[in-house]
């Protein structure tokens, strides 16, 4: 792990931690908060700061440190987290994933944002001000009653002993010593330091990479012992780091000097060196250690420890359940695992070519009718088909994570609406693709802050509606026949037909006299250029948004809906696919070209009636009674204007898409096949109608067909024919 | 025939990536629109395939013919008669795509380049190279790079990038 790794981590982390303190911030503010949410608040904060500390990121420590105090306090009840405090803390959040950001940028903290940290940072001092803290040095020590001990002197010094031997390989892990004692610094003050250098090589067989120094420090700090060990949280594995505290006996000064592998003089005049121990001290007891040294007495240093009371068997049994609880974490951790996207994609695109290589292969044992390869070939299918689901689902995330970002939107927006609106949500636990999770975030607060404006109406209009003053903004998400939905509603005024249509004529969108359905009605607002909006309000209203919404969506291969009852609420339901490399598809052909329909939108296949087949095809009519349904229809061939006659016997694929329905007529039926999806590429990315393509088992190419974009394709074209008419 | 020049082609490249070639002495593939030589230079192709297995992409101008597999990749082909407004180029034994990478934002696109016959990879020294002629050449002007001297007759080099301009391309398509 290089350093930029491991910065990267860092980088990382504090995004999640950050996320959790924000979380754990706007649940304070939902209800009083519990103890265990200040906890977590304050140790998200201390994190931050011990790593940025690692990092020597002393702007971010510096920063850190007093919003750290302030939480302090906040632990320790001496202030109330009150929802100013929260706003604050909230700022300051978002403060440090700014500094955070410059820091993922490799930019130089700029002027404007050393402002943003002195101002954040005079609000926060108001709070440490009115009881003013006592500043580390004349803190009272509260350690010394548990090391008080019997046997032997306790040592003159007030300071702390560190002895420290890195790993020789913790350069190459990506850590500089040093940064560990500079953050050290920050925990009191370093007496005196001395650097072991007798590790080190020759300068020829010095490797440069290799860590080779020791330290021994003289301490002098109020902080509690598993403060100062958690400095060297990082380092602990393989390294060896003994930490005495203040007054410790002289016998463990010895023990210590014993465990070391260097020669027991050479530390002793180290020790002293430091100003830990006085020549004395140092003499009387490798004396009596020697007196009473023999090899039965060798015990657990646990228990020579309790046995000369240096700690109490409390704390030892506490140090137990810590290294438990260390451990437990570990494990949860270990169950997950950080992989580049990278490699994941690289995972799905190998898999997309396997089961194009597989399908080969069922192809030529269909034709060679081998009763064993056909054997063989459907085993291996149905492997490469376990393969490619749960490859995909490799890629599934919680869509929980999106959702509870909203938190903040809400509380914000709400704000500065000055409306009282609260945030449902449900089915976070629904999965779906990484890249549509990452991608929807955009349209969805469009969507959410759309509600909010436009939709929920103001307390007063809610009060004389009779509804409750406090609004009501619903995010939901759950799967729906191979798509995933996401519903934004609200219990708002719901969208006004009339004021649409009146807005979207003076705007040109459309003709006075037109005649719409109430659902395409709703969908103009997602028009280029057109705002309801009397007012232009700073959040929407501008007439960007509700069609970048629209794009976005689409370019997911989604579809957006809006059901609306005037004066109940509006919802806008979003459509997306589950995934957007591989689809289970269904072969038609017509002419020599293949196409496939993806599967999820086919419901059933029918021959197209004779009767039916004679039909005029100049006459647009183009409809057939499905078991009483009237189910219009489209001709692959002549929407996409290819050559040559139709066979006798045509076939009609009969797919639906949101509500609607639609009959594809094609000339053979080839079945259901696994599809990866190759996109359009660049020069062809403007095509309509085909959605990308795919290459089947022969190694030919086949075109996607967008079922969508034809079915609008075919509206618009119905429209024209009819406005032609009259 | 092909192979011989896909063996070149080859060649060509190693010669390149071996940092040998010389800065005026550039390669160019030869190849055949009708009854007319071109020029592409050779830094630029991936390489040559038989013509076969195309797949037609419905609603497309004439100069995408369509596209083909290319080891797992969707590749579109230009018939680059059409694109030079010459009518569709003909099919015959001898018809080949030949695989260009073209720039586009910093992104190298795959394009394949229906031509009616490859010849040969030549070495035009840059001395060899006349500007282009302000007309006269009965193709676009911006689609010629230079009027390279072979045997006593030109042949047309071409400018990739602008030929199969990406930008330029799917602007037509979406028409």
Redesign the interface.
Known sequence: MSLDDAMQTFIIECRELLESMEAALLSAEEAPASEEAINAIFRAAHTIKGSAGLFGLDHIVSFVHVAESVLDKVRNNEIPLDPPLVALMLQVCDHIGLLVSYLEQFKEPDNDLLEGSAILQAGLSTYLSDTPQPSASTLPVEHDAPYESEGGTPVETDNWHLSLRFNQDVLRNGMDPLSFIRYLGTLGKIVSIVTLTDTLPPLDAMDPETCYLGFEISFSSTADKADIESVFDFVREGSQIHILPPRSKISEYIQLIQSMPADDMRLGELLIKCGTLTRQELEDGLASQRTVESPDQVKPIGEVLIEQNVVQPVVVAAALDKQKAVKDVKTAEASLIRVDANKLDQLINLVG?LI?ASSGASLIAQKEALPHLLESTSTISRLVETIRDSALSLRMVPIGGTFSKFKRVVRDVSAELGKDIQLEISGEETELDKTVVEKIGDPLTHLVRNSMDHGIEPAEVRLARGKPVVGTLKLDAYHDSGNIIIEVSDDGGGLNKDKIFAKAVERGLIKPDQIMSENEIYNLIFEPGFSTADAVSNLSGRGVGMDVVRRNIEALRGTVEIRSVLGEGATMRIRLPLTLAIIDGFLVEVG???YVVPLDMVIECIELPVTQAGHDAENDADFINLRGEVLPYLRLRK????NGEPPRRENVVVVQFGDRKMGIVVDHLMGELQTVI?PL??????????GG?T?LGS?????IVDVPSMMQEAEHAAHEHITQKT | MVETVKQAVATGQSLVAGGRALEDQQQYLTFMLGSETFAINILSIKEIIEYG?L??????PSF?RG???LR?????VIDLAARFSRGEAAISRKSCIVIIEVD?EE?Q?V?GVLVDAVNEVLEIASEQIEPVPSFGAKIRTDFIDGMGKVDQKFVIILNVNQVLS?DE??EL??A
Request: zero cysteines.
């Open positions: 070519e194009i020599d070209s293949s929407h996409f204007e290819i190759k590429g660049k020069v062809l990315n403007k095509i309509r109608g085909i393509f290459i190694g030919r190419v086949a075109l | 297995n797949t037609i992409v419905p609603k497309m995408i596209v083909i597999n797992g990749a969707v590749v579109p586009h992104v696109q394009i990406v391309m799917a398509v979406q």
